[in-house]
């Protein structure tokens, strides 16, 4: 069982997940290039300038632990990660479990990703002209449950603790993505877990993603925010178990 952690966050963020899973899986865990304690030297602007690289990489740690059938478990943009990594090369997974997904975080025409695109490249100069002070600022609204700041003490942490540089082109090519016309093209069986109040994937996200992914299942949460694998870690493995069962 593979874990890929979101954006601004580390492999830290499974902590309360993965111990319901280490009797019955190998647990596979790793940071992005940027975060963590991942090496920032192996960093190149080219590779990812698409959530393509970032897949690749997924793809690589398969095939050097020569994976095959493996759980894929991805949070928030590292979901379209593990979509782009699971169409590339299908026989090394069995399922996906995508944790607040989006294909697309910006409204066109019909389509309703939760922001407009002038929110969108606010958002994007806000970060780009003081990185520390937009996380400190968005990662409790990110995060939510604002009756429990410790949560959104420890997503400021972990953001603060990214590779500014990288997390800035990190944050251009994960708002400004687009994977609409890749859902079709997955035939791995999914689980979509779906929060309310979520600001980055709004309900409306996930129902996009049920009807356009073949063989998904839309799970909605009680849980509230963008991260219930911190914010409620027993209804998350509760609704993973029921899935991979």
């Known amino acids: 069982m593979i874990f890929a ?10 902590r309360f997940i993965t111990p319901a899973f280490e009797k019955d899986y190998r647990i ?10 991942s090496d920032i030297s192996a960093y190149n602007r080219n590779k990812y300038s698409s959530l393509s690289g970032y897949a690749n990489d997924v793809l690589e740690i398969c095939r ?4 095959t059938n493996a759980i894929l478990v991805g949070h928030s943009v590292s979901a379209m990660i593990a979509v782009l990594a699971a169409i590339a090369e299908p026989e090394r997974f069995e399922k996906l ?3 607040g997904p989006s294909p697309c975080y910006v409204n066109e025409g019909d389509y309703v990703g939760g922001f407009n695109r002038g929110d969108i490249d606010g958002l994007l100069d806000s970060l780009e002209s003081n990185y520390l002070g937009w996380s400190s600022t968005m990662a409790p609204v990110i995060m939510g449950n604002p009756e429990r700041p410790e949560l959104g003490q420890e997503l400021t942490n972990s953001f603060c603790r990214t590779d500014p540089e990288i997390a800035k082109h990190f944050a ?6 687009d994977n609409r016309a890749d859902l079709p093209k997955l035939k791995t069986p999914s689980l979509l877990l779906q929060c309310s109040q979520d600001l980055i994937a709004p309900d409306i996200v996930g129902e996009y993603l049920h009807q356009h992914l073949a063989g998904s299942t839309l799970r909605k949460l009680e849980a509230t925010g963008h991260c219930p694998h911190l914010s409620a870690p027993e209804e998350t493995i509760a609704a993973m178990k029921a899935f991979l069962c």
């Open 5 to 14: 952690h979101g954006y601004g966050c580390d492999q830290n963020m499974w």
């Open 28 to 37: 596979v865990l790793f940071d992005h290039v940027g975060a963590g304690q």
């Open 64 to 67: 050097e632990l020569s994976l």
């Open 97 to 99: 479990v995508l944790i």
């Open 172 to 177: 251009r090519v994960t708002f400004l993505s």
